[in-house]
């Protein structure tokens, strides 16, 4: 389903630089300790306080797309005979035009990365809000443009708490309420919390709002196949079965082929890069419906393994640092730093043998014969012919990369790149020696924010910060 070509990581094409093997042939202890790590995730994902619930989600979400049904039947009882999922969120909200989803983190850069993969090639056609920020500047236009009527909102939120998703959560409630009555704005909003800790489940479940569980054994960086992920996608019409057979299938390799499953393959390239000095990965996607695939790549690899301590609560200040950038689009911005700037970087290519559109440059006038040499080619022949151009002067310049490339983007391979990476980065933090999934540096800025905003509780850390009035 995807393809690893590992020619640019390699010495005999890089100058200067490079592999003097591929990952395949990483040295034995190398791929003992990938192989300690991997055995290791296997095992832990079945403890009760586990983190590793991505994992098996995949298989998950398929078994519970029929649950889905039952939670909206029952919100909905007058919603008979339908076929699918998709048909029963579709009749609960039959005259849907917008889905706003309140979220931020996790819980917004994965829906965004599927959005931006297949808002154009879907059949249904309501507009999509991720509110992700708390800038007066965008949600206040936002609700004024809405028409409260036809719009579902989303909150999402695992503990119920973050103070960014929260105040939208409340700016919206109040909206659909002075809008609809509370009663009728109610039916409006679905909720996307913790099965039972937090403060979002007790309002949803006393108020008889339509709610989802996020696993408590899912992060939200690894989220976007859970509920947080898939009811806007299902609002959205987009092919969630596709999305979660296609991930199902990156565990099925992993299971299979261990240490040499392409998560695996990327993982070990990492590390023996790592020691050459590269210590930041590019992530470049030569197809603009994966340009937000690189947002949601970014935080997923940052906050994994972007650590203080390892887990022997030793300091280690761990991490590499991941860069987004878009081809082509890229090539005429951040390449000229990648190619002679620090030699600090190598790059992630993710190409497509074939677009969704099937477009041929006409041959020029005379006017344009210098452009000749376009005519007749596709434009995926160009955007392929420039990311191949690209990878070889990174290469020239002493500049290593690797490049995955997919036949068709379709639901089922983006969930299979979902699921590559996410175990691509677990497999990185197992050779690093870190805890891949906490974040104790978002953690300390929540506090601050909390003791700023004046959240009871918090005002030792108000002191902590020495402030004595206002922030």
Same mark, same amino acid.
């Given at each position: 389903?995807?393809?690893?070509?590992?020619?640019?990581?390699?010495?005999?094409?890089?100058?200067? #630089?490079?592999?003097?093997?591929?990952?395949?042939? +990483?040295?034995?202890?190398?791929?003992?300790?990938?192989?300690?790590?991997?055995?290791?995730?296997?095992?832990?994902? /079945?403890?009760?306080?586990?983190?590793?619930?991505?994992?098996?989600?995949?298989?998950?979400?398929?078994?519970?797309?029929?649950?889905?049904?039952?939670?909206?039947? /029952?919100?909905?009882?007058?919603?008979?005979?339908?076929?699918?999922?998709?048909?029963?969120?579709?009749?609960?909200?039959?005259?849907?035009?917008?889905?706003?989803?309140?979220?931020?983190?996790?819980?917004?850069?994965?829906?965004?990365?599927?959005?931006?993969?297949?808002? /154009?090639?879907?059949?249904?056609?309501?507009?999509?809000?991720?509110?992700?920020?708390? !800038?007066?500047?965008?949600?206040?236009?936002?609700? !004024?443009?809405?028409?409260?009527?036809?719009?579902?909102?989303?909150?999402?939120?695992?503990?119920?708490?973050?103070?960014?998703?929260?105040?939208?959560?409340?700016?919206?409630?109040?909206?659909?309420?002075?809008?609809?009555?509370?009663?009728?704005?109610?039916?409006?909003?679905?909720?996307?919390?913790?099965?039972?800790?937090?403060?979002?489940?007790?309002?949803?479940?006393?108020?008889?709002?339509?709610?989802?569980?996020?696993?408590?054994?899912?992060?939200?960086?690894?989220?976007?196949?859970?509920?947080?992920?898939?009811?806007?996608?299902?609002?959205?019409?987009?092919?969630?079965?596709?999305?979660?057979?296609?991930?199902?299938?990156?565990?099925?390799?992993?299971?299979?082929?261990?240490? !040499?499953?392409?998560?695996?393959?990327?993982?070990?390239?990492?590390?023996?890069?790592?020691?050459?000095?590269?210590?930041?990965?590019?992530?470049?996607?030569?197809?603009?419906?994966?340009?937000?695939?690189?947002?949601?790549?970014?935080?997923?690899?940052?906050?994994?393994? #972007?650590?203080?301590?390892?887990?022997?609560?030793?300091?280690?200040?761990?991490?590499?640092?991941?860069?987004?950038?878009?081809?082509?689009?890229?090539?005429?911005?951040?390449?000229?730093?990648?190619?002679?700037?620090?030699?600090?970087?190598?790059?992630?290519?993710?190409?497509?043998?074939?677009?969704?559109?099937?477009?041929?440059?006409?041959?020029?006038? !005379?006017?344009?014969?210098?452009?000749?040499?376009?005519?007749?080619?596709?434009?995926?022949?160009?955007?392929?012919?420039?990311?191949?151009?690209?990878?070889?002067?990174?290469?020239?310049?002493?500049?290593?990369?690797?490049?995955?490339?997919?036949?068709?983007?379709?639901?089922?391979?983006?969930?299979?790149?979902?699921?590559?990476?996410?175990?691509?980065?677990?497999?990185?933090?197992?050779?690093?020696?870190?805890? +891949?999934?906490? /974040?104790?540096?978002?953690?300390?800025?929540?506090?601050?924010?909390?003791?700023?905003?004046?959240?009871?509780?918090?005002?030792?850390?108000?002191?902590?910060?020495?402030?004595?009035?206002?922030?």
């Amino acid at each position: 389903m995807i393809n690893l070509d590992e020619r640019y990581s390699l010495e005999a094409h890089v100058a200067d #630089g490079g592999l003097a093997v591929p990952s395949s042939g +990483a040295s034995t202890d190398l791929r003992q300790r990938l192989a300690a790590g991997l055995q290791r995730l296997q095992g832990d994902r /079945q403890q009760p306080d586990s983190m590793l619930g991505w994992i098996d989600q995949p298989t998950r979400t398929l078994d519970a797309l029929a649950d889905h049904q039952a939670v909206l039947r /029952q919100a909905f009882p007058d919603v008979t005979d339908v076929v699918d999922h998709q048909a029963v969120l579709r009749q609960a909200f039959p005259d849907v035009t917008d889905v706003v989803v309140l979220g931020i983190g996790g819980s917004a850069l994965g829906m965004l990365a599927v959005h931006d993969a297949f808002k /154009q090639h879907h059949e249904t056609k309501p507009q999509l809000h991720v509110v992700d920020n708390v !800038d007066p500047d965008v949600i206040q236009p936002l609700m !004024d443009g809405l028409d409260p009527r036809h719009t579902v909102v989303n909150v999402v939120s695992k503990s119920g708490t973050t103070a960014e998703t929260m105040a939208a959560y409340m700016l919206f409630e109040a909206w659909l309420h002075r809008h609809l009555g509370a009663e009728k704005g109610d039916r409006h909003i679905v909720v996307t919390t913790d099965p039972e800790a937090g403060i979002l489940r007790p309002m949803a479940q006393s108020r008889g709002l339509i709610t989802f569980d996020i696993p408590p054994s899912v992060g939200g960086r690894y989220s976007v196949l859970t509920p947080v992920g898939v009811v806007p996608s299902i609002l959205m019409g987009y092919d969630v079965q596709g999305m979660a057979e296609g991930a199902a299938s990156v565990n099925e390799d992993v299971a299979a082929l261990g240490v !040499d499953s392409l998560p695996a393959r990327l993982a070990l390239t990492h590390e023996m890069l790592r020691p050459l000095g590269l210590n930041m990965v590019v992530m470049m996607p030569y197809s603009s419906r994966l340009r937000r695939l690189s947002d949601w790549f970014v935080q997923l690899w940052a906050e994994s393994l #972007g650590k203080r301590l390892d887990r022997n609560g030793g300091i280690v200040h761990a991490g590499t640092t991941p860069i987004p950038a878009s081809g082509t689009t890229d090539q005429h911005a951040q390449v000229q730093l990648f190619n002679e700037g620090p030699n600090d970087k190598w790059t992630v290519f993710i190409k497509l043998a074939e677009a969704a559109h099937h477009v041929v440059l006409p041959e020029p006038n !005379d006017s344009l014969q210098d452009l000749a040499y376009l005519g007749g080619h596709r434009l995926q022949d160009l955007m392929n012919a420039e990311q191949l151009a690209t990878a070889a002067a990174l290469a020239n310049n002493g500049r290593p990369s690797v490049t995955l490339t997919i036949e068709r983007l379709t639901p089922a391979t983006f969930g299979a790149l979902l699921q590559t990476f996410m175990w691509q980065t677990a497999l990185v933090g197992e050779l690093m020696g870190i805890d +891949a999934f906490d /974040q104790p540096g978002v953690e300390m800025g929540k506090r601050y924010t909390y003791a700023l905003m004046g959240r009871p509780g918090f005002e030792s850390v108000r002191d902590e910060l020495g402030l004595d009035g206002d922030a």
